[in-house]
């Protein structure tokens, strides 16, 4: 497969830029979020395999034809367009300009976007295209929509795998490193000024903390608004769920604990360790259970006013969507995704 991506990074930002406005995905009964379709297969798919059904953010090509200039209207959906019209996707050059262990698996990338079209959910994830690299990564962002609105800046975090993506980042990636970046994904909480207030409960095993860590950044900046300007989306409570092998692998603890500590009536956390070898630190003791995370736990915050992500390895996600599921959480308040 060859990769067509535009022209990277050579000095400023000024130097790439698009002629199109990106269209808005459809809009769901429910604006708030979407269920992801997951490929179901025995080996590991790849990352378009996988994602080859979602939403992905698109622009249309202005075109020239013999009877004038024609914009072409909004409303197509996905990457499949079967009619005559030329698509592009919003495909934005980035650089490189943060690198850092989040833990002894992990690196998280900040990336400088050079598009100003470019936008996206909280929740979603990315194409990510390196060149030389033939293989296309996907990897969720982990930052806030605000973050991209005031520094046009977007973080990921990175698991060290044997694909070669992410094997470039934990091996070839310095700073500077040029790159590309095109949004997807229907996991996403995208509420409007003017919907109902919902409570949110985040489940998250693993790397899977990437895309809730961007829902709950958002829900934190919603708060925030709400609290300095008296208006804006009324958010509800937030319960984070969060199950890794040990501390050491518990990623953004800090960023997680700061959100806690500035609102503690709205925002609270349970973290959950599995194979914890060494002593807990005392800061994060009062935060931490020894042992996966429960179906007690997740009964209990069962409401019609809540919404439930859930994002981590198959077993994971398949086991607490059926348990929520069968305590008769509309399907349309669950949304999961899967990482391998």
């Keep these: 497969m060859v990769v067509v991506i535009p022209r990277l990074l050579r000095g400023s930002l000024g130097a790439i830029c698009t002629q199109a406005a990106p269209l808005r995905s459809t809009p769901s009964a429910l604006r708030y979020l979407t269920r992801s379709s997951v490929m179901k297969s025995k080996r590991r798919p790849d990352h378009l395999e996988r994602t080859a059904d979602v939403v992905r953010q698109e622009i249309f090509l202005h075109i020239q034809t013999t009877e004038g200039l024609i914009h072409q209207p909004e409303g197509v959906h996905g990457l499949g367009n079967k009619g005559s019209s030329p698509v592009t996707s919003v495909v934005s050059a980035a650089k490189v300009c943060g690198v850092a262990n989040e833990s002894p698996s992990v690196k998280r990338l900040r990336l400088l ?32 929509p605000r973050l991209l609105e005031q520094e046009r800046m977007i973080e990921l975090a990175v698991k060290h795998a044997n694909h070669p993506p992410a094997l470039w980042i934990h091996n070839q990636c310095t700073l500077d490193s040029e790159v590309a970046v095109r949004v997807g994904g229907e996991f996403f909480f995208d509420p409007q000024p003017t919907d109902a207030s919902r409570n949110l409960v985040l489940i998250a095993g693993g790397v899977g903390i990437n895309p809730l860590l961007s829902i709950l950044r958002h829900a934190a900046d919603l708060l925030r608004e709400r609290a300095s300007k008296g208006q804006g989306y009324e958010m509800g409570t937030v319960r984070l769920l969060y199950s890794a092998k040990d501390t050491s692998e518990l990623l953004f603890k800090k960023n997680i604990l700061d959100l806690v500590n500035e609102f503690p009536e709205k925002i609270a956390c349970s973290l959950h360790v599995t194979k914890q070898t060494t002593q807990i630190t005392a800061d994060l003791r009062p935060y931490i259970t020894e042992g996966r995370i429960t179906q007690k736990e997740i009964r209990d915050h069962i409401s019609k006013e809540t919404l439930f992500y859930i994002c981590g390895p198959p077993p994971m996600t398949d086991f607490f969507s059926k348990e929520l599921e069968s305590s008769r959480v509309p399907r349309e308040h669950i949304c999961f995704e899967k990482w391998w």
């Design 113 to 144: 976007v050079a598009d100003k079209d470019f936008s996206f959910k909280a929740g979603q994830w990315v194409d990510f295209f390196i060149p030389g690299v033939s293989v296309v990564g996907g990897f969720s962002i982990c930052s806030s």
